[in-house]
């Protein structure tokens, strides 16, 4: 069949045109965000109520079209999760079955779903809720079914959000912030763990509020920075929450933890070499949960110890510096809790009352590349001496 050749020259411009069209299509399908920002809420308890109104602060800070949130979100009904997807454009939500949301393969599919629908450059993880024993973290009250989990626990999620991370980054994306926004959080047992989590982890050696008021300016922050960082993400937030929502929060670090065996051996060891280890006096805890745990502000037990043993002070001082100087990317305590925290250095201690509660940790990276947990073991009175006491106070009251 023979084709003219004025036919095939506006047929050229009609595929040349179409395929420009495909190729800018195709572009920006495939552009990755700027920011994504994942929260994960397991709300499936008595913080319900603050669920609505943390999604509509969301929602009145995202306005730029480069910004997406996304919220999988556990509440007290029957109705499955939620999936929420927040943008410049408005609200969408989707159903999602189960009401596993503090098993660690809900967070993984979760986090999936995230990588392969929203590709961004940079992304920070956000978990909502309570916080409980060292090891726990997202409380669900109704797991939804027999055996089900009533906490995240703190190694197996730190796993989970490590692997998510190093998927991110082979898509050419950046996990910047992990902000484990709940109570007690802030050990430097759990930084540690969540090392590989993101280029700054955030938490708080106590109790955290909630709602929560930051949301909204941070987003709006956000949209207008897409070059910022995580340490400059962790300062936003620190400065837009209210000083009635927290009391600490400290940003570290994710590759300076990856020194912090090397650099936390020199001061257990001067410690550990005394025949017998005086527990210091007068210190309080940070945060604590009832019968056995307890979290001590970490300089301020390392001082008690060296100043009560009468130990020289040289390494106790070069660790001091490093985590000012390398570990801290940002650290503030509330105006209003100033009298209380003052002092305090922006990461616990876990110092529990048992063996048994120390035990219970073991599987911990810090205990197996350190011998912090040898130094706490030393600090605890003896069996006999445990049961004796409770006795006695049993008596008392």
């Known amino acids: 069949m023979h084709v003219s050749r004025r036919f095939l020259a506006p ?3 009609v595929l040349a045109a179409s395929a420009g069209h495909a190729s800018r299509a195709d572009e920006t399908r495939a552009k990755p965000w700027d920011w994504v920002v994942v929260y994960y809420m397991a709300y499936d308890n008595n913080l319900e109520p603050c669920g609505r109104p943390i999604l509509d602060m969301i929602g009145k800070g995202v306005k730029s079209p480069r910004v997406a949130v996304t919220c999988l979100a556990d509440f007290t009904d029957n109705d499955g ?11 969408k939500v989707e159903q999602v079955p189960g009401e596993n949301i503090a098993e660690e393969e809900t967070l993984r599919d979760y986090l999936e779903w995230v990588r392969l629908t929203f590709p961004g450059r940079r992304l920070a993880l956000i978990f909502l809720n309570h916080g409980g024993k060292l090891g726990e973290m997202s409380l669900d009250e109704n797991p939804g079914k027999e055996g089900g989990q009533n906490w995240l626990e703190v190694h197996a ?16 994306g ?33 109790v955290v509020g909630a709602p929560n008021y930051y949301y909204e300016k941070v987003l709006r922050w ?3 920075n897409p070059e910022g960082s995580g340490e400059d993400l962790a300062a936003k937030i620190r400065e ?16 300076a933890l990856d020194e912090l065996p090397a650099r936390l051996e020199p001061v257990l060891a001067p410690l550990l070499e005394k025949e017998r280890l005086a527990a210091p006096t007068g210190l309080r805890s940070c945060f604590d949960q009832p019968p056995d745990e307890l979290f001590i502000d970490g300089l301020a037990l390392l001082e008690g110890l060296y100043t009560q043993n009468e130990v020289d002070r040289a390494p106790l001082d070069a660790f001091a510096e490093w985590v000012r100087k390398d570990l801290l990317a940002g650290h503030r ?3 209003a809790r100033e009298r209380v925290a003052a002092s305090w250095c922006g990461f616990s201690i876990y110092l529990p009352r048992s063996k048994r509660a120390l035990d219970r940790y073991a599987h911990y990276p810090i205990y197996r590349e350190t011998r912090l947990d040898d130094l706490v073991g030393r600090l605890l009175p003896p069996p006999g001496a445990q049961r004796q006491g409770g006795r006695r106070a049993r008596e008392r009251q």
């Open 11 to 13: 047929l050229a411009l």
């Open 81 to 91: 999760m939620r999936r929420y997807t927040i943008t410049h454009e408005g609200e």
């Open 157 to 172: 999620t730190s796993r989970v959000v490590a692997a998510w991370r190093e998927a991110v980054k082979k898509d050419g």
């Open 174 to 206: 950046e996990v910047e912030l992990l902000f484990l926004q709940q109570c007690g959080k802030g050990t430097l047992e759990n930084y540690h763990a969540f090392r590989d989590g993101g280029k700054v982890i955030m938490g708080s050696q106590t």
């Open 222 to 224: 956000v949209g207008q």
């Open 240 to 255: 837009f929450d209210p000083p009635n929502m927290f009391t600490t929060y400290t940003a570290v670090r994710g590759a």
């Open 333 to 335: 305590v509330s105006p």
